[in-house]
């Protein structure tokens, strides 16, 4: 059942032109002229309860406009949005009970006050029983690592301490869909995978609907069963990782290898040689399956194998993916939406 459905949906925005020149200021202040920036152009989707879905994109793509008028923040310009067969902005009381949301910039927590203060002060507003906030701080706290420093006031936390206090925070009303914005970003790896983890089993064991934005990668093929790409306001692509990959013909990865001594030339037969600064060169795989362990075997194959002083493999950055994603789709006019 769809939880969150969306028709030909827009956003709009207006601000007053800027003008140059020495009278520019001047001007742009008593001018009546505006600049529209079409930030949300026509989307259509809906999302099934306990679907995790990564809602991706560049820079500028739209993707909090999105998120900002799914939680009510903001109003359409046009077209039709539902959160549990409610309209967003017209019943934001009650669109707040059903959902949780993780903004990474933005804090939920009070900044001075211990972890377990925030908590508190959510049970109360939002009514939850005493067992039931009981029972879920304590599984959060044990799943999330938080015993440490869940009585330190916020302003004493590490960035992935108090990501995993804002999420633990964002659920604890047990709502029916969890909004994330970025929420590994800035992390090192095992905060990340942490997160990871406790936010695909929290969604398989309580069928609480994902809907995330990030930059990387591993967020989405750890967490997301669906990615919704977008460019210019607009949906480019709708399906699993599967195909995705399928579509843009694999996700390549880039292999850094770091040389003793310049082995000279170096090729592989399904390697493109992207940079060669002698002792270090870097290649794209291509198509690569996504199995380390091959290109591993690659790698090892060459002669000069035991001149190799480091190798740092890393994925296509999600921005190459949505270009690539686009171009293909565009090139073969058969843009999923
Ligand atoms: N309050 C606003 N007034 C005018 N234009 C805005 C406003 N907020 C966003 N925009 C514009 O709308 C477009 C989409 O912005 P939005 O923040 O939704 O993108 P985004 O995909 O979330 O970007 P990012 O990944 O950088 O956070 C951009 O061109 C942005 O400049």
Known sequence: MAIIQINQLVKEYRTNKRFTGSFGLIKSL??????????????????????????????????????????????PTSGDIQVDGKVPYRNRKEIARKIGVVFGQRSQLWWDLPVIDSF???????????????????????????????????????????????????????????????????????????????????????????????HDLKDIEEICDRIIIVNHGQAVFDGDIYHLKKEIGGINKQVTIEFHVDPGEIAFPNALLICDEGVRKKFEFIHHD????????????????????????????????????????????KIRV
């Open 120 to 214: 508190e002060l959510h049970k109360h507003i939002y009514n939850i029983s005493a067992s039931d906030y009981n029972n879920r701080v304590n599984q959060y706290v044990e799943l999330l690592d938080m015993a440490s420093f869940v009585h330190k006031p916020v302003r004493q936390l590490s960035l992935g301490q108090r990501m995993r206090a804002e999420i633990a925070l964002a659920l604890l009303h047990h709502p029916e869909i969890l909004f994330l914005d970025e929420p590994t970003i800035g992390l090192d790896v095992i905060a990340k995978h942490n997160i990871r983890n406790f936010l695909r089993q929290i969604n398989q064991e309580t069928n609480v609907a994902i809907m995330l934005t990030t």
């Open 290 to 333: 996504g199995e380390e362990n091959s290109l591993m075997r690659s790698i090892m194959s060459i002669p000069n194998v035991e001149q190799i002083k480091d190798i740092s493999i890393e994925d296509m950055s999600i921005e190459e993916i949505i270009h690539q994603a686009f171009v293909n789709l565009t090139q073969n006019s």
């Open 30 to 75: 008593f001018s009546s002229e505006y600049v529209y920036t079409r930030a949300v152009d026509g989307i259509s989707f809906s999302i099934d309860a306990g679907e995790s879905v990564g809602y991706l994109g560049p820079n500028g793509a739209g993707k909090s406009t999105m998120i900002k008028m799914l939680t009510g923040i903001l109003v």
